[in-house]
């Protein structure tokens, strides 16, 4: 039979916490994990794999998940989970989005950026995990979708939970038929989920814009920092690395070139004033190697040399 099953109702209470997190690393991917009390703890977990598609049935105490950026550093391939709580509500948080989901819904939670999953009651869940490059095959863009609550009791999206439940239910032994399952649970989430692409791309537009304007304001306030890069201003803003190039990607840009352009235009507004300092010292508080990259790349964004720039300024 094609099925995983795991417990730690035969374990010692010392055991079950460790046990646990190596469990849902396995099944998922390394997460952090929180235990309300970890030596009380019970924990159910049953996978089965489903050609492209892993189905598993979770049943545990309250616990907080959370995927932190060391996490995600070490993934070799991109994942989603899909989420359908069937007896508690769960609270999930992921890129500047909180919501809740209640039984009868689902969400889409994006493995390769950092989030928090939790649930404050004992919980039976159904989680399908897909790679992203197996969702992204049959729904543009999977990214838009993640944090958002679906509806999973009518629709296609009613026929989508009711045949994840069924399946997980029946613990299909064939190998050929478990593939096909697979494939037709993935066409399903799919199509219910893209039914409502216009709501969410609204959303999804409107926390990237917020995202970007986060990171701008990091690297201004960061302008003579020489430790200021995309890491730093990913960790400021809780997302990843990856994420903070595409949302700057979404304006034709990148991270790099507008920190290169608000330390330029730093350096502008600094020889504007009386006494700016040595030139030197302007290149070399504002991030460059030297005073001829600094000229050059001045010269470059403004057509004139920081020396001529000046000296325009004090002849006024």
Sequence with gaps: MNVMAHSTNRLPPAARAGH???????????????????AAFDGRLEQQTLGDLSLSRL???????????????????????????????????????????DPGGFI?????????????SANDLCVLKVAKLVLSNRLRNPDRFCAQVFNGREGLGGLFVTMAQQVQAQAVSDLAASAVLGRQLIELLTLAVDRTCDTVDIAQSSVRAAHLKRAEEVIRRNLSNPDLSPDLVADACGISKRYLHEIFADGNGTVSQFIREQRLIAARNLLQMPNPGPMSDIAYRFGFSDQAQFSRLFKAMFGQTPSSYRAGQTGR
Excluded at 108 to 120: K, L, M, V
């Design 59 to 101: 049943q545990t105490e309250p616990v907080q998940y959370e995927r932190h950026p060391r996490h995600i550093a070490g993934a070799s391939e991109e994942q989603y989970l899909i989420t359908i709580p069937r007896r508690s509500p769960v609270e999930f948080r992921q890129l500047g989005r909180e919501v809740r989901c």
């Design 108 to 120: 889409i939670e994006r493995g390769d950026e950092p989030y928090r999953f939790s649930y404050g």
């Design 20 to 38: 646990w997190n190596t469990v849902i690393a396995e099944t998922y991917f390394p997460l952090h994990l929180t235990f309300r009390d970890a």
